[in-house]
């Protein structure tokens, strides 16, 4: 198979990775001097995002081709998926190939949304009680929903 197509990414070249690396230890300095410390879980997806795909940083494995014998370093990712943009891309890219492989061919589908009013997002990201009760509501909104469509199904379809 030939690699030729394949292009590293360099994540240290692109704008968002040098404003994040510039910024991040003033921006932490400046919560913390205003008594607003940064939670755990931001502080671990901002510095895992500076890793990201970084030969030096987070390792790296050497993938060889049994053909032409290239060799390549291939980085090791952040996995994360909160603000890096190449892990949350391949993972929306993994996902929906998923559902369109095993899922949508098998069963029916019916989407969802719910939306939030963005004052209430903030509170529900750092609350999460709050946010389990919500989404516990939305959920048993919906289940009761399609309980009620699958028992009046055969005689009046409800959806």
Same mark, same amino acid.
């Given at each position: 198979?030939?690699?030729?197509?394949? =292009?590293?990414?360099?994540?240290?070249?692109?704008?968002?990775?040098?404003?994040?690396?510039?910024?991040?230890?003033?921006?932490?300095?400046?919560?913390?001097?205003?008594?607003?410390?940064?939670?755990?879980?931001?502080?671990?997806?901002?510095?895992?995002?500076?890793?990201?795909?970084?030969?030096?940083?987070?390792?790296?494995? =050497?993938?060889?081709?049994?053909?032409?014998?290239?060799?390549?370093?291939?980085?090791?990712?952040?996995?994360?998926?909160?603000?890096?943009?190449?892990?949350?891309?391949? =993972?929306?890219?993994?996902?929906?190939?998923?559902?369109?492989?095993?899922?949508?061919?098998?069963?029916?589908? =019916?989407?969802?949304?719910?939306?939030?009013?963005?004052?209430?997002?903030?509170?529900?990201?750092?609350?999460?009680?709050?946010?389990?009760?919500?989404?516990?509501?939305?959920?048993?909104?919906?289940?009761?929903?399609?309980?009620?469509?699958?028992?009046?199904?055969?005689?009046?379809?409800?959806?």
């Amino acid at each position: 198979m030939a690699i030729d197509g394949y =292009r590293p990414r360099n994540p240290e070249a692109t704008l968002l990775y040098q404003v994040v690396a510039e910024q991040l230890e003033t921006f932490f300095a400046g919560q913390q001097a205003r008594d607003r410390t940064v939670p755990g879980f931001v502080e671990r997806e901002f510095r895992d995002y500076l890793t990201c795909g970084v030969l030096a940083a987070r390792g790296f494995i =050497r993938v060889r081709c049994g053909s032409c014998g290239h060799e390549r370093l291939v980085p090791f990712s952040c996995r994360r998926r909160g603000w890096c943009p190449s892990c949350g891309g391949r =993972r929306m890219a993994e996902t929906a190939a998923h559902l369109v492989d095993h899922v949508f061919p098998i069963v029916p589908v =019916r989407q969802w949304v719910l939306s939030i009013p963005f004052a209430l997002r903030y509170r529900l990201a750092y609350d999460s009680g709050l946010l389990s009760a919500r989404l516990s509501l939305s959920g048993s909104g919906c289940f009761r929903f399609h309980l009620r469509c699958a028992t009046a199904w055969p005689t009046t379809p409800v959806c």
